[in-house]
């Protein structure tokens, strides 16, 4: 393994690797954003959809994970890269880290213990860099660059700061983004002073057409409180692949945290969802029964296969066909532990909606009685076209006391995966 000074570089072999940023726990930071760009031999990304990021997790030759428990004491951003189906276009591919909320919380990397960045093969670890620690006040940092040379690849140790965000970084590679506190709208030209036409006047020509500007990357995350209970979005025809993501803590066994060690006898925490259609049709989408639902037909949502085993680092998945969001009228997601010790407050359960365009929408499970095993998370209905996610997080003893509460009237009976 080859520890990079800033601006070393080192070769990396070529198929499945693994870039790994992570750094120490920060009281006062609550995520630092990894990202990364697919950049071509002119220095820029072809189209927005090579900045792979929380809001746009990639595809088979780049996907972001979030890791939050990868590292003991350490938060953690993953990409899985294959650099056989890479496009041959993508030169390099550079990894950046930015501190979420930097403006409102005062954080910039000069506070980040710890930043480092590392590539991984399957025989282990292969090369890493730690950043060092930034002096004028950076929030977003380019922390390295996985680049061709001749036939294999390469990695380098950069660490360049931007004062000014994300945004700015992005723009420097030709991604066009929306962040917080900032405005896309063009600043108005003065009209230039046109003389009178000629007698006999031209006949009119036809104005040409001119396409739509497309809409910016909206990278602002919304987090539902009790405060900010619900969000609109902007009303659509078709919301495409919608995701709804259940994540928690995995602690490490032993002791009372290893109650909630997936696939160690621990807690086992479903996603699913009640839903109801347009038509009038109601019904469940769950792993207990198998009723896992389907994206092309009626019910339009599905859920992943579950995951008993704690393999996956990124929780469990439930999709919705937003193409078909006109004949959903709500849905009700909910989590609820299947088995294990009931104890929501050590799981920090998370369920996170995806739409894509629009930045993440998060609701956190932070209490709840230990005594009652399922958590009505978050509402989605249809509201005239558009889509609003609001946060409800009750708590109930099963499926029936919350179906009553919600006013569903499906008839339960006990079930089991098994």
Known sequence: MTSLAKGGNAPVPSGDLKVVVEWAST??????DAAAFLIGANGRV???ADMIFYGQQGDRAVRFER???LVPNRDASVFLINTAVLPDHVQKVAFSGTIHRARETGMHFGKI??????VQSVQGEVASFVAPPAS???TALVLGELYRRD???KFRAVGQGFASGLASLANTYGVDVEDAGTSSAPIPQPQPIVPPLPVPAPLPQPQPVVPPVPKPINLSKVSLTKERPSVSLEKRSDYGDVTVNLNWSRAKPGGLSGLFQRGSGGIDLDLGCLYELTDGSVGCVQALGDSFGQLDREPFVALDSDDRSGASLDGEWMRVNGRYFTNIQRLLVFAFIYDGVPNWARTDGLVTVRVPGEGPVEVRMEEGSNAKRMCAVALIENDSGRMRISR???YFRGHDDMDRAYGWGLRWQAGSKD
């Open 27 to 32: 009281p006062g930071v609550d995520e630092i």
């Open 46 to 48: 072809s189209g927005d």
């Open 67 to 69: 890791a939050p428990t």
């Open 113 to 118: 213990s710890d930043l480092r960045v590392s």
């Open 136 to 138: 004028n006040g950076e």
């Open 151 to 153: 036939t294999g690849w």
């Open 392 to 394: 409800e997080v009750a």
